[in-house]
């Protein structure tokens, strides 16, 4: 098969598409043909070795962490997924950018979403679920995303004004109308957020959820009060000081059931900000890696 691949680490230069053999599933896996697949920035920072400490890779490797496509092998040990079923889902920490991968959590992908669509809600409604989860119930409560323009941070404002929270994300100005239409009161993020804040919501923030990594952590434990009422999916350090919920994302198939059962019924609809042929994929790490997406950039095969 053609899989996008890097022989070591470094930048995007490094990407090359190789023949190389197909992968198989093992127990609780299946193996998708891959129509799409995501870019998230742990495929730049995963290549660039930058966290190799943390995550360290056999090279030469294939980038990408989700994708979406049709079952075309069944590992031993899974039940209730069918030969070509039209999921989407999460692998290893790579393998996704390849005609074929290995899926170890998935969910039917919605008729409603397109290949871009499903491929580019794996890894961000987990990790959004993920971080919003310990947030506890969100009906009629005050939600604070920080970051709410990029892959997360738009799944995590759909998925929680689904759950019924009035939310307020933060954005530069050019996201600002993109925010409301996700259904989130947009404010721009740096210096004077807490007084912004308070202009939208002058009954206050319940809870926090921080999508950027952007060193305000600390900021938005002031607005909502404690430190229990905040989590993050992006600042380890920040969340080990301060206190604050640290959720990483799960191969958790509940949660993409849950977020596949929302876009059946239209309340979350993956943001798709530009797709890239799977020849450009260079192209698309550089885009993410530049940190301004909306929603999310996808490979299609
Ligand atoms: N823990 C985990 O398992 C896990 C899983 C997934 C992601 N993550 C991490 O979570 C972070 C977000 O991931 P992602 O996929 O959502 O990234 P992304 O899509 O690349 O995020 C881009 C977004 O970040 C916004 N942004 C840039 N600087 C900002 C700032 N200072 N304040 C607020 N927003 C800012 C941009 O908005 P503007 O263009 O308007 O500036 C843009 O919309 C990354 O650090 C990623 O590595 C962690």
Do not use: C
Not at 50 to 59: N, Q, S, W, Y
Not at 78 to 101: I, M, Q, Y
Not at 187 to 210: F, I, K, M, Q, S
Not at 265 to 277: K, L, M, N
């Amino acid at each position: 098969m053609r899989a996008v691949r890097y022989h070591q680490y470094g930048g995007v230069e490094n990407l090359v598409v190789d023949e190389v053999p197909e992968p198989h599933p093992g127990p609780g896996e299946v193996r998708i043909r891959v129509a799409a697949a995501g870019v998230n920035p742990v495929d730049w920072k995963v290549r660039s070795g930058a966290v190799r400490d943390f995550l360290p890779l056999e090279l030469p490797a294939i980038p990408g962490r989700d994708a979406a496509g049709v079952v075309d092998e069944i590992g031993p040990d899974v039940s209730g997924v069918d030969l070509g079923d039209r999921v989407f889902g999460l692998g290893g920490v790579t393998g996704a950018t390849a005609e074929f991968a290995v899926l170890s959590a998935w969910a039917p992908a919605p008729d409603e979403w397109d290949d871009a669509q499903a491929a580019g809600a794996g890894l961000a409604s987990v990790t959004a679920i993920g971080g919003l989860n310990p947030l506890g119930p969100l009906h009629g409560r005050t939600l604070l995303v920080e970051g709410g323009a990029g892959g997360v941070g738009s799944a995590a404002v759909e998925i929680a004004v689904a759950r019924g929270a009035t939310v307020i994300a933060t954005a530069s100005e050019r996201n600002h109308a993109y925010l409301a239409s996700l259904g989130a009161a947009p404010t721009t993020y740096g210096p004077g957020l807490a007084e912004r804040v308070a202009r939208l919501a002058p009954n206050g923030v319940d809870v926090a959820l921080d999508t950027a990594a952007s060193g305000s952590l600390a900021d938005l434990v002031a607005i909502v009060g404690e430190p229990g009422r905040v989590s993050t999916v992006a600042d380890h350090a920040g969340a080990a000081s301060l206190g604050v919920h640290l959720a990483n994302a799960e191969n958790n198939p509940a949660y993409l059931a849950e977020a596949a059962e929302l876009g059946r019924e239209g309340r979350y609809t993956p943001q798709i900000e530009r797709t890239f042929p799977f020849a450009e994929t260079a192209d698309a790490h550089t885009y993410v890696e530049r940190g301004h997406v909306r929603g999310k950039v996808t490979i299609s095969l």
